[in-house]
């Protein structure tokens, strides 16, 4: 069984290129959204559906898909294509590859990147939203997408046939938050897009979504009560905490002034909205 993970958007609030920081997981019969923006419901509306048939794809030696369908990572630990080149956005705002950013919208607003088998065409059915923060500034309009699909949006655990997601703690703000581990007998992967500190739960994930808000220094919040970790420092604690493919997944106005720079953080990759990365279950 493959347990797919889609970026639904890997901005931060109010970013002027991606939506609202997401995740889609799937599995047979089950999906399961995390975070995302009030718009996610529509981004999704046509994903691809993993059903029973599904083949296994591992990751190869250097994290790039067995079949060859993801960008994977290079000896330094940054993402690369078959060629060795980085994506980066076309004319349209789509990941092309060579030396750039993440992928954003296309010129229709959709979500762009490479279903990794393709999608099926079929409505993706979202049994359940889970949220990090049911604090912050966008819960209210979530909330209310959420209400739209029968589903309220809230912090709890979910578990399924043989696939666990769980909220742990992260220290970001004044009032609790939270990111998710996703479990599954074979694997583990992290969804932790704000945190001031790295979180010791996500040491030695198969996969770890993280912040990428600030750039080459953290993100203090005024009264110092927290705030977003720096993609450098994420980056050298990804590392030393034996996370073995990391995405940044929060991406901030500082973070995009860097790839406008075709700056590169010293480990992991950036997210790719729309891009469904993999698990074996």
Not at 172 to 200: C, D, K, Q, V
């Amino acid at each position: 069984m493959t347990v797919g993970l889609r970026l639904v958007g890997v901005g931060a609030m109010n970013s002027p290129r991606y939506h609202p920081a997401g995740l889609l997981v799937m599995w047979p019969g089950h999906h399961v959204l995390l975070d995302a923006g009030p718009e996610a419901a529509g981004l999704i509306a046509h994903t691809e559906v993993i059903g029973p048939g599904a083949n296994h794809v591992g990751l190869g030696p250097e994290g790039v898909g067995a079949n060859g369908e993801d960008v994977g990572l290079g000896a330094d630990g940054v993402g690369r294509g078959t060629n060795g080149e980085i994506a980066r956005l076309d004319a349209k705002g789509v990941g092309s590859g060579a030396d750039g950013a993440a992928s954003g919208r296309d010129a229709e607003g959709a979500a762009s990147g490479r279903d990794a088998e393709g999608a099926s065409g079929r409505d993706a059915r979202v049994g359940d939203w889970l949220v990090c923060d049911e604090r912050a500034e966008l819960m209210s309009r979530i909330r209310l997408a959420a209400r739209a699909l029968g589903l309220t949006a809230g912090v709890r655990e979910y578990r399924a046939d043989g696939v666990d997601i769980v909220p742990l703690p992260v220290t970001h703000t004044s009032h609790p938050t939270y990111g998710y581990l996703i479990s599954t007998p074979h694997a583990r992967a992290a969804w932790a897009p704000e945190f001031w500190s790295f979180p010791e739960w996500a040491a030695e994930t198969d996969l770890m979504f993280a912040d990428a808000a600030g750039w080459n220094r953290p993100i203090r919040f005024a009264g110092g009560v927290g705030g977003h970790a720096g993609v450098l420092q994420v980056a050298r604690d990804a590392r030393d905490h034996g996370v073995r493919r990391l995405i940044f997944a929060h991406i901030g106005r500082p973070t995009i002034r860097a790839i406008d720079r075709l700056e590169h953080p010293p480990y992991g990759e950036w997210g790719v909205e729309g891009r469904t990365y993999r698990l074996t279950a």
